[in-house]
Nanobody, 125 residues
Framework: VQLQASGGGLVQPGGSLRLSCAVSGFTLDYHAIGWLRQAPGKEREAVLCISREDSITYYADSVKGRFTISRDNAKNTVYLQMDSLKPEDTAVYYC???????????????????WGQGTQVTVSS
């Protein structure tokens, strides 16, 4: 089982990035996929999740209207589109998979079955 996040980098404030989460070793169709992030010196933060039926759950109010998530089951890949990036979005971003029809509830937002390695996103001028 493997989740590989990629697409991070350095971007100026107001810019955009698209992160990818490529999965292998399990069937993406049967899993909800979430993105989480951890900024330096801060606790990990759940950002958003996409269910098996493409319903999106936002856990972080700060990204609503700027971030969105999508999935391509045929390519075993989930994407995180990040627009209007801010310096406070700087973090290591992780993707995670939950063997479930639905995304975790807010109170269970860190409970995933599989976790991937992170990709660094730095927003700075």
């Amino acid at each position: 089982v493997q989740l590989q996040a990629s697409g991070g980098g350095l971007v100026q404030p107001g810019g955009s990035l698209r992160l990818s989460c490529a999965v292998s070793g399990f069937t993406l169709d049967y899993h909800a996929i979430g993105w989480l992030r951890q900024a330096p010196g801060k606790e990990r933060e759940a950002v958003l999740c996409i269910s098996r039926e493409d319903s999106i759950t936002y856990y972080a109010d700060s990204v609503k209207g700027r971030f969105t998530i999508s999935r391509d089951n045929a390519k075993n890949t989930v994407y995180l589109q990040m627009d209007s990036l801010k310096p406070e979005d700087t973090a290591v971003y992780y993707c995670a998979a939950d063997y479930s029809l639905f995304c975790p509830s807010y109170y269970s937002r860190y409970e995933y079955d599989y976790w991937g390695q992170g990709t660094q996103v730095t927003v700075s001028s």
